[in-house]
């Protein structure tokens, strides 16, 4: 099951990484300007924010088996119509169709790890199948974009749409049925409701930088380093794996008990240091990769912890909601950073562009640093 919803993340956001990885042939090809690369991601993380909600109702309601095969089989929809995209027009509107089963990730897999996980392996199962996003950014930033080399970007997409189909399929066989939902409660406890509307506010501002990293990183490295489209790409696979290995750590860090609440701050502070690297890459070039690796160890892994929390404090019935609303706050910022950052970088440089992200980051510590006090003032 950690391998299928490990997969399930990865495909749930290939495009935001194909996108990325693929950027310098998306625009030469499609003729598109980096503001509008920008809105392909908002088109994505607009819809999955709007739709969070609603899919977060929807899991709670139907259960977790069915939405995760859904999810899977929309993600295959919605990358092969970018695979036969024509234009920016359609190039959208696929990416937005994707929005769909990104709202339905967290919410259903954290379900799923509720029903069949033990308490004390939850930490490392959540942070196990949260990389699972890394591993998309890996998988389209190295072998599909060697695979694009060979064959075209439309290709390559095409194959990420096919396995999607096949993992779907894989869904269906091996999950086990859904069980009856109990009545959730019509209000979860204050301290909950609070918990959650900070985690979403955090997500919000680390969504704004990580979306802004992940979509203009590789195009970076081309336009302004002089890297290869190909080498530009593998900066996303390096930011991949090191995000594989900090959800990964840092997930079971936060299943133990006590710790989780203290971490957020200090991997948001940890990922305004990545992006102030990025601004002295502009000068240092070597220092993208170093930057790549710690966007990924802290800005990525963030996140991760924050869905940890979300299953240690989730009110009974509602961790399908909890998850979703954080996770449309994510959404949101991934929404509106790219486009921000794009127009700043085109108006002045990406040096400001970096510093931006910088800010964003250190926007999310802030609203992290009160969560440890509040876990001391519960338990008081």
């Given amino acids: 099951m950690t391998l299928l919803l490990t997969s399930a993340m990865a495909f749930s956001m290939m495009q935001l990484f194909l996108i990325g990885a693929?950027?310098?042939?998306?625009?030469g090809e499609l003729g598109m300007s980096r503001t509008v690369l920008g809105l392909t991601t908002t088109a994505g993380f607009g819809a999955a924010a709007l739709l969070s909600p609603a899919a977060g109702r929807l899991v709670d309601r139907v259960g977790p088996r069915r939405c995760l095969v859904a999810l899977l089989l929309l993600a295959a929809v919605s990358l092969a119509l970018i695979g036969a995209a024509p234009g920016?027009?359609?190039?959208?509107?696929?990416?937005?169709?994707?929005?769909?089963?990104?709202?339905?990730?967290?919410?259903?897999?954290?379900?799923?790890?509720?029903?069949?996980?033990?308490?004390?392996?939850?930490?490392?199962v959540t942070g196990l199948k949260q990389s699972g996003v890394q591993f998309g950014a890996f998988v389209a930033g190295?072998?599909?974009?060697?695979?694009?080399?060979?064959?075209?970007?439309?290709?390559?997409v095409w194959t990420a749409a096919g396995t999607a189909a096949l993992a779907a399929g894989w869904a269906a066989l091996v999950l086990p049925p859904d069980a009856v939902a109990a009545a959730p409660r019509s209000r979860p406890p204050r301290?909950?409701?609070?918990?959650?509307?900070?985690?979403?506010?955090?997500?919000?501002?680390?969504?704004?930088?990580?979306?802004s990293v992940n979509t203009y990183l590789a195009l970076f490295g081309s336009q302004r380093l002089g890297l290869s489209p190909t080498t530009a790409a593998a900066l996303v696979a390096v930011l991949g794996v090191a995000g594989i290995g900090g959800r990964v750590g840092w997930s079971r860090v936060a299943g133990r008990?006590?710790?989780?609440?203290?971490?957020?701050?200090?991997?948001?502070?940890?990922a305004v240091g990545a992006a102030l690297l990025l601004a002295v890459a502009v000068l240092t070039p070597v220092l993208v990769w170093v930057a790549a690796i710690a966007v990924g160890s802290f800005a990525v892994s963030a996140n991760a912890v924050s869905m940890v929390l979300v299953l240690q404090r989730a009110a009974p019935g509602r961790a399908g909601q909890d998850s979703a609303l954080v996770s449309a706050g994510f959404f949101a910022g991934f929404a509106v950073?790219?486009?921000?950052?794009g127009a700043l970088v085109s108006a002045t440089g990406y040096g400001p562009g970096w510093l931006l992200v910088a800010a964003e980051f250190a926007g999310a510590a802030m609203v992290a640093v009160p969560l440890r006090s509040r876990r001391q003032g519960e338990d008081g």
Avoid at 22 to 27: A, K, N
Avoid at 196 to 207: C, D, H, V
Avoid at 257 to 270: K, Q, S
Avoid at 337 to 341: D, T, V, Y
């Fill in 22 to 27: 693929l950027g310098p042939r998306l625009v």
């Fill in 88 to 124: 920016t027009a359609v190039l959208l509107l696929a990416v937005a169709l994707g929005g769909l089963p990104q709202a339905l990730a967290n919410p259903a897999t954290n379900k799923l790890i509720l029903a069949a996980v033990p308490a004390e392996r939850r930490g490392g």
């Fill in 142 to 156: 190295l072998p599909l974009s060697l695979l694009a080399a060979g064959v075209g970007w439309r290709g390559a």
């Fill in 191 to 211: 301290p909950v409701r609070g918990l959650t509307r900070q985690l979403a506010i955090f997500s919000l501002l680390l969504g704004c930088g990580i979306a």
């Fill in 257 to 270: 008990p006590g710790r989780a609440e203290a971490l957020p701050a200090l991997l948001a502070a940890g």
């Fill in 337 to 341: 950073g790219p486009p921000l950052f």
